[in-house]
């Protein structure tokens, strides 16, 4: 399975303003360059987090691929599934009607079981037959772990005082707040 983001979320977790503040950083004394840099960081310790932990922050949509009918979804926390698509024996894509499954949406990862008495319907035997299209992320950021937003600060922090390529030793301390506020989402397949 693989997925990619095929809308992004509307706004970023953390405001310019915070990062400036973070960074003991005033507004009105920073090159317009220095801005845009502060919100290039922003979107990439996002992203970042985001990989890291397999969690959506903010509401987004995510388009994931199969080669069967799904078990679990990759990315959490799902907020909804739009859609479950999958190439049938002639070839044609099929959207499979949502009251044929179920999604469990309090587990992480999300899981997903064929409702009952439900069949799944016979697929094209080849790689990436079948997709989901769902929805993830927090309401919004006030609804975000305080380990997110602190991991964020860290990352951007770094990045920001450090502009060359470096060797690190990990775990840094972003990955130590994520992975010890039970944020990262572990997969066992």
Request: proline share 5%.
């Given at each position: 399975m693989a997925w990619k983001v095929t809308t992004d979320p509307a706004s970023e977790p953390l405001t310019t303003a915070e990062?400036?503040?973070?960074?003991?950083?005033?507004?009105?004394?920073l090159p317009a360059a220095e801005t845009t840099l502060i919100e290039t960081l922003i979107k990439a310790a996002r992203q970042w987090v985001e990989r890291h932990c397999?969690?959506?922050?903010?509401?987004?949509?995510?388009?994931?691929?199969?080669?069967?009918?799904?078990?679990?979804?990759?990315?959490?926390?799902?907020?909804?599934?739009?859609?479950?698509?999958?190439?049938?024996?002639?070839?044609?894509?099929?959207?499979?009607?949502?009251s044929n499954y179920?999604?469990?949406?309090?587990?992480?990862?999300?899981?997903?079981?064929?409702?009952?008495?439900?069949?799944?319907?016979?697929?094209?035997?080849?790689?990436?037959?079948?997709?989901?299209v769902y929805v993830i992320g927090y309401d919004d950021a006030d609804a975000l772990p305080a380990q997110v937003k602190q991991a964020m600060l860290l990352t951007i922090a770094d990045a920001?005082?450090?502009r060359e390529n470096y060797v690190k030793q990990l775990p840094t301390a972003a990955e130590y707040?994520?992975?010890?506020?039970?944020?990262?989402i572990w997969r066992f397949r």
């Open positions: 990062v400036l503040n973070y960074l003991k950083l005033e507004s009105s004394s397999n969690i959506g922050l903010l509401p987004q949509t995510i388009t994931e691929v199969f080669d069967g009918f799904p078990e679990e979804l990759s990315v959490s926390p799902v907020r909804s599934v739009t859609a479950i698509s999958y190439k049938d024996l002639d070839g044609a894509v099929q959207t499979w009607t949502a179920v999604v469990d949406t309090y587990e992480q990862p999300a899981r997903i079981r064929r409702a009952y008495g439900v069949v799944n319907p016979s697929l094209r035997d080849e790689i990436n037959n079948v997709s989901a920001y005082e450090n707040i994520l992975e010890s506020g039970g944020i990262r």
